[in-house]
């Protein structure tokens, strides 16, 4: 296994470097659903959306070179009035932008890509298709697999957003558990996997132990990588929010940790009988501990601690949003057509699967997930007030999630929390690549990486704008009309034809789909 990982994770640096330096001299077509890295590609006539939460700019030519921006013309009156349209800059192909907005690639620092019969394709296409161009994706199909298709990502060998597999301590080493649990060897062996291809290393297995816990953040990060957790119920008496953002983990995921971090007491108030490992029973508790939260606590002294302690926090609302509307989430226009059978298995009330707890989900949960959503919004909103750094994930692919209409709902949530659009954009690009210290991401800015978003509308305006079918709207004349959703998302330089993307989706899904019948949650609305 060390030699194995060792050669992969040197291959995989150098794939990256390659990825990030290397003009293409011929585009690479993948079919007819992208083309690129080309010499010289110019966008004419984009507004712009840079990233850093400033307003919209523009318009803007925008030349590309292989995978990078090289310049940025502005086009406002003054220099017309000197250039003119004559001396605008000319490439290999020009993409007429009139009317669309350009953004940064969307980055996502939490998701799943599940196993088969889901195909992988079908994730990157909706993903890709939605406007990320970054993903963190747990190793679902196992970390030699995640890691390779990771590798073929920077390589531009499949069409796919860039990946970091999220690995787990002690992954791709061959220490004793011994050895991986004693703080004195944390920062070896966080060199070690970085040296492997290690970049995301999730440390939630590990909060039982704060000694442990705080030594492998920072050796972690101190190699290059950062860590990411969610922080499990189990152990949050031991190692909670404020815990873990004084201890040196670089995100949290999720919920979990932050109403147990203002407690009046030490533990949450679980019942008697309660069982972390029943899935009804833990996550309807997950909700409900918000209603025990001191909240004047929460929305001050915890709000202050995680920005002091430089945690980023990364919400992932829209896998929770089910919970506070199982019919809604149930019923979503996009399951028939864009939800892959395989997924909406997976998602029915079933206590064999993970995240398929809604088989006995009562009014009075649905009441704790509303409270929950509301305080976990206001805090979400201090934090961010006082300073902090809010990220983007969606964890989609569990729990009526399905990926790529989730990271525009993410986007959605957010907005729901008092955070400004131009905020919410901030943490989808800038802030996410911050977090995964990746500085030639999240700007549309002269030498960065071309991961780019070509919305047709401002989704300042409107958010909905992003969704892959678009949003109805008003012309000048104030007559109704739908926009074209993401016209072209650009990958490492790849302009990808994304109205393709989608079609190729809906026949995976429909081939999922044959020979299906009605499913326990849809058979009463079903005419016999």
């Known amino acids: 296994m060390k030699t194995h990982f060792g050669r992969f994770g040197w291959l995989f640096s150098i794939s990256l470097i390659l990825s990030s330096f290397t003009q293409a001299q011929t585009p690479q077509k993948f079919g007819d659903l992208a083309e690129g890295p080309y010499k010289k590609l110019v966008i004419r006539n984009a507004m712009v959306i840079p990233g850093h939460g400033g307003p919209v700019v523009g318009p803007y030519d925008i030349v590309i070179e292989g995978n990078t921006i090289t310049e940025m013309i502005l086009l406002d009156p003054v220099t017309m009035a000197r250039k003119g349209d004559v001396d605008r800059p000319t490439g290999d192909r020009v993409i007429d932008a009139t009317g669309m907005y350009v953004m940064p690639g969307m980055i996502d620092l939490h998701m799943h890509l599940r196993k088969e019969p889901m195909e992988l ?306 943490a989808a690009t800038y802030n996410s690549a911050q977090t995964l210290r990746q500085p030639r991401l999240g700007l549309v800015h002269p030498g960065y990486l071309a991961d780019l978003v070509l919305v047709d509308g401002n989704p300042v305006y409107n958010l909905r704008f992003m969704y892959a079918f678009g949003a109805l709207t008003l012309d000048k004349d104030g007559k109704m009309f739908r926009t074209r959703g993401i016209v072209h998302t650009i990958k490492d330089g790849i302009v990808i034809n994304n109205k393709r993307l989608m079609e190729e989706v809906a026949k995976m899904v429909a081939k999922s789909k044959q020979g299906v019948g009605p499913n326990v949650v849809t058979e009463p609305f079903v005419t016999q």
């Open 121 to 426: 394709e079908y994730v990157y296409y909706l993903k890709l298709a939605h406007g990320v161009t970054t993903l963190v994706p747990a190793p679902d199909r196992g970390l030699e697999a995640a890691m390779e298709q990771a590798r073929l990502s920077a390589e531009n060998k499949i069409l796919a957003p860039r990946m970091f597999p999220i690995w787990r301590w002690g992954d791709g080493t061959d220490y004793s558990r011994a050895e991986l649990e004693n703080p004195k060897n944390a920062m070896k062996i966080a060199r070690e996997m970085v040296q492997k291809g290690a970049h995301v290393v999730s440390v939630g297995n590990l909060a039982w132990n704060p000694e442990l816990f705080g030594a492998v953040c920072k050796a972690v990060y101190a190699n290059g990588g950062i860590t990411t957790v969610h922080l499990p119920p189990s152990t949050n008496a031991v190692v909670d929010a404020v815990a873990a953002a004084r201890l040196g983990v670089t995100m949290i995921e999720h919920h979990y940790g932050y109403s147990e971090s203002s407690l009046d007491r030490s533990v949450q108030d679980f019942p008697r009988d309660y069982n972390y490992h029943d899935e009804n029973a833990r996550f309807r508790h997950a909700g409900k501990v918000w209603l025990e939260a001191n909240k004047e606590r929460l929305l001050s002294e915890v709000a202050d601690s995680l920005v002091a302690y430089g945690v980023t926090m990364l919400p992932t609302r829209v896998v929770y949003e089910a919970n506070r509307d199982i019919l809604r989430a149930q019923s979503l226009p996009w399951h028939e057509k864009y939800t892959h059978q395989a997924l909406i298995n997976w998602n029915l009330p079933n206590p064999a699967f993970h995240g398929s707890y809604h088989y006995d989900w009562t009014s009075d949960d649905e009441y704790y997930w509303y409270y929950a959503f509301r305080l976990w919004g206001d805090l979400i909103y201090e934090f961010n007030k006082r300073g902090g750094r809010v990220a983007y994930g969606t964890d989609d692919n569990y729990i009526w999630a399905t990926p790529g209409f989730s990271n525009i709902r993410e986007l959605q949530l957010l907005r729901e929390t008092g955070l400004h659009t131009l905020e919410v954009l901030k």
